[in-house]
Nanobody, 122 residues
């Protein structure tokens, strides 16, 4: 069993910043990528950012480049999403994703956190 726990969401004014954290725990043997998705009310879940675990190479949704930054801590099995210059349209539930291989298996699986609410409003 693999668990992802997000933290760091909340209410912030436009132009402000937030840092989300996600911790992976449980019986995961190796991680390929960790990342973030978001889902706004009435919209589909969309990709935000991801990071390759071994190399640290980040990937971002084109519309978010320059404002969001993803990082990782290999030893702690954590990923972080630094969000700057936040806009009201960034309001959404942010979900952590981990693509990894559990112990005793040969296939990688996708795991999801429970989500953390980010609200950008004055």
């Amino acid at each position: 069993q693999v668990q992802l726990v997000e933290s760091g969401g909340g209410l912030v004014q436009p132009g402000g910043s937030l840092r989300l954290s996600c911790a992976a725990s449980g019986s995961i043997f190796s991680i390929a990528t960790m990342g973030w998705y978001r889902q706004a009310p009435g919209k589909e879940r969309e990709f935000v950012a991801s990071i390759r675990w071994s190399s640290g190479i980040p990937y971002y949704a084109d519309s978010l480049k320059g404002r969001f930054s993803i990082s990782r801590d290999n030893a702690k099995k954590m990923t972080y999403l630094q969000m700057d210059s936040l806009k009201p349209e960034d309001t959404a539930v942010y979900y952590c994703n981990c693509n990894g291989r559990p112990w005793g298996t040969t296939s990688a699986l996708d795991y999801w956190g429970q989500g953390t609410q980010v609200t950008v409003s004055s």
